[in-house]
């Protein structure tokens, strides 16, 4: 479960405050979606609860299962679990894809004192789990990101996320540049990996995702704020009549 | 450390032998030092040492005369400080200029009569790492054979060469690879006709001082038409106390032969600073083929610049005969001060020289390295490839000449040259020299500095690696194009050098 209370954050080298309390409980087990207008603070919310440098947090807290996130470096956060699909992939020049991947999970496994995975078992994993996102065996060879196209990078990252295995799973727009088919094959993806102990925070601004990944609550950010919570139904009300209605609601 | 995570490993690889791959990180893994008894000549250089060293060698009065020529031409030099590096002046009569372990007065018949303690030295060494590195699926390992891939070893210890390995089978192929004192002895005639013909006694300081007193080294001579049937390599050890290492190498490639070379070299700590002045020739003949790999991991001194070895280096291809190739390839990772610049004279027509170079400095370390190649003659072609790495308060200077002479028509040289800069208190130089004299060359040079990307970094540490992993992975990626030069004995031991010796470069 991850709670974050009264979160506020500015930008550490300017004066400019982004979020502004923000209030949010992802249960268990459950897929809450977060929609609102462009910089609102979405993005900004998944860089903070991973770890991202720049940011100063002036007040607020974020628990992942009883631990606090904010105190952990970036890497302890993602071996307790958290796990961020980004807005824009980045690209490592000369690394293979699958170096990366097996460096990652063998990382995680190393920092929660398990056993490193075998080079055999790591094999049948990654091509059983890069088969079900039709991700060939060349992308696999090719350094991370480096040429791919926006969905590829797109795909690439879920299939990070399902050899990774994380309990709580931030989505940061991973349906925005996916072609019809594409966004069916990462809906998928996401359906396959649901279950009672990992939770979802899915990031979106279209109705179309939810379609596929039925959420179970709906968020609506602004202004570095949650300001209207809701079930599926209030997608379908920010798809037909976009954000006027409700910003003025609450205003 | 995870530096052989960032290996693709091949399915069904045992992990027993990936995991014992992985043990062997750490910090500086070879700084620990061998004890064993000494002999010395005493300190200081003087035609009587030079003459001393001669003896040692049992050498014919040719070649103590050859010394002597070259001892009395260094004392009218001056040490050369063009390079951008910086140093305390060396006392050079404050060093020993021959060191030999005491077991190594009767020459041994091979590795059996070697003191067990040197062989336990290189074992730690990690020699030979072949097994390891094709089990554990080193890209290209599965291009050996079934039994696996030989490498023959010379090994040189402080100022001698203590045994070569495999010398019955390379004789078999008449391959010639012996230490050079020894084919100074057997294969005069041959010695005589290469030795200094590539770099002259009187090219720099460092190659004179080095024709003088140089104690030992290797020699290679491939016949015409053979292949050389294994990988040849020289393990270079300074063990002993202020105590110079002064090798020379000699490679002939004659006509239509092939050899790839491996030399790696490790120093024990110690906060004095040692003095390495290498002399490399390299000469190949119509159609022949040498490629030469370095992995430079001397010992580079502690994070205050205390210590560590002054690695000032000539090395020189002449690709004397038509169609003839030279390949360079360098992890230069250690040593406090490096002054190496490998280079290519491409004399005969369609000759082609390569160079491939990784540089990394780290904490207080200064290279200043690069290469030169010089076309001569009618299309010859030239390709660099230099990925200089700077962390700390390190200085890495990239220095290369492309040199296009008249005769040199439709030569063709690409040079690709990029800085990677981890924190800002390190630099990186590009000092290109260019000079075309003739109208149908072409140069073409490209060069990029960059820093390490926090985007990049963040997202490796988000999934799960720690920074350094993180930046190892990254450097590895920025590397790639170096890495995959290198012959697969080495590329492993690369990767994990890159690693470790950027411990401590961020955070
Ligand atoms: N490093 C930064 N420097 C300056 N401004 C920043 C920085 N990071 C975020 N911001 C600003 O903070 C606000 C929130 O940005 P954020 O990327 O979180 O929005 P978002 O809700 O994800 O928007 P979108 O829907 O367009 O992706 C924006 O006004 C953005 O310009
Ligand atoms: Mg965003």
């Keep these: 479960m991850l709670e974050i209370k009264n979160l506020h954050v500015k930008l550490e080298e300017e004066d400019k405050q982004i979020l502004k309390g923000v209030d949010l409980t992802v249960e268990t087990g459950k897929v809450h979606a977060i929609m609102g207008p462009n910089g609102s603070g979405k993005s900004t919310l998944s860089y903070v609860l991973s770890g991202k440098d720049g940011y100063d947090v002036t007040d607020g807290e974020a628990v992942l299962d009883g631990e606090d996130v904010l105190e952990m470096e970036p890497e302890e956060r993602a071996a307790a679990g958290l796990f961020l699909a980004f807005q824009y992939p980045v690209e490592i020049p000369g690394v293979g894809n699958m170096t990366f991947l097996r460096t990652a999970v063998n990382a995680q496994r190393k920092a929660r004192g398990e056993e490193e995975m075998s080079a055999a078992d790591f094999l049948k994993f990654v091509r059983e789990k890069a088969k079900s996102l039709k991700i060939d065996a060349d992308m696999l060879k090719r350094p991370v990101n480096v040429g791919f196209s926006g969905g590829e990078k797109k795909r690439n990252e879920i299939l990070q996320m399902a050899m990774l295995e994380p309990k709580m799973c931030i989505l940061d727009e991973t349906d925005s540049g996916l072609d019809v088919d594409a966004m069916k094959l990462v809906a998928e993806g996401v359906n396959a990996l649901r279950s009672e102990g990992r939770s979802f925070l899915v990031i979106t601004h279209y109705q179309r995702l939810l379609d596929h990944i039925k959420p179970d609550v709906v968020h609506i950010m602004a202004d570095g704020r949650i300001v209207k919570t809701g079930g599926p139904e209030l997608a379908l009300e920010v798809e037909t009549n976009g954000y006027a209605d409700i910003l003025a609601e609450v205003a | ?507």
Aim: hydrophobic share 35%; charged share 25%; proline share 4%.
């Design chain 2, 1 to 507: 450390m995870s530096v052989l995570d960032t290996t693709e490993v091949k399915e069904g690889v045992d992990q027993e032998t990936v995991d014992a791959v992985r043990e062997v990180g750490g910090k500086y893994k070879y700084g620990w030092e061998t004890e064993i008894e000494m002999d010395y000549a005493p300190k200081g250089v003087n035609p009587d040492i030079v003459r001393l060293i001669s003896e040692k060698n049992e050498e014919p009065e040719w070649m103590t005369e050859w010394r002597l020529q070259a001892f009395a031409r260094w004392e009218k030099m001056t040490e050369p400080e063009w390079a951008m590096v910086d140093y305390p002046k060396i006392d050079y009569q404050d060093v020993y200029y021959y060191a030999s372990p005491k077991s190594m007065a009767e020459k041994p018949k091979s590795l059996d009569d070697v003191d067990p303690k040197l062989l336990e030295t290189y074992k730690k060494l990690g020699i030979p790492l072949k097994e390891q590195m094709i089990l554990a699926g080193v890209e290209g390992a599965e291009d050996a054979p079934a039994e696996g891939r030989k490498v023959a070893v010379d090994a040189v210890f402080d100022s001698v060469s203590v045994g070569t390995t495999f010398q019955a089978e390379l004789k078999k192929a008449g391959v010639i690879f012996c230490s050079i004192s020894e084919a100074i002895r057997e294969h005069p005639e041959l010695v005589k006709k290469y030795l200094g013909s590539v770099v002259p006694v009187t090219d720099n300081y460092f190659a004179t001082l080095n024709s003088a007193v140089f104690s030992d080294g290797s020699f290679v001579y491939v016949p015409p038409g053979v292949r050389c049937p294994m990988e040849l390599s020289t393990y270079f050890r300074i063990n002993a106390e202020n105590t110079g290492q002064f090798e020379r190498t000699l490679i002939i490639a004659d006509k239509g032969s092939y050899v790839s070379y491996l030399e790696g070299c490790t120093a024990p700590m110690r906060d004095t600073n040692q003095l390495h002045a290498a002399v490399v020739e390299l000469v190949a003949l119509e159609d022949a083929e040498i490629k030469y790999s370095t992995v430079q991991n001397w010992y580079p001194g502690d994070e205050n610049g205390v210590g560590g070895i002054y690695n000032f280096v000539t090395k020189r291809a002449d690709c004397r005969g038509d169609r003839s190739k030279v390949m360079w390839t360098q992890v230069e990772t250690g040593s406090a001060v490096t002054w190496k610049y490998p280079s290519c004279i491409l004399r005969g027509n369609e000759s082609q020289g390569e160079f491939y170079s990784i540089a990394i400095a780290n904490n207080m370390q200064q290279a200043d390295t690069g290469t030169k190649m010089v076309h001569l003659g009618k299309n010859t072609k030239s390709r660099i490839v230099s990925k200089g790495i700077s962390a700390g308060k390190a200085q890495n200077t990239y220095r290369g000449l492309v040199s296009m002479h008249p005769k040199a028509q439709n030569g063709r040289n690409y040079t690709q040259c990029d800085s990677l800069l981890i924190g800002d208190k390190c630099g990186a130089h590009t000092v290109p020299y260019i000079e075309v004299k003739n109208n149908s060359s072409r140069v073409e040079h490209e060069a990029t500095t960059s820093k390490v990307d926090d985007d990049q970094l963040f997202y490796c540490r988000q999934r799960g690696m720690d920074e350094e992993e993180a930046v190892a992975l990254v450097v590895n990626g920025f590397c790639k194009d170096v890495l995959q030069a290198l012959p697969m004995e080495f590329a492993m031991e690369a990767q994990q050098l890159v690693a470790i010796s950027l411990e401590g470069s961020v955070g």
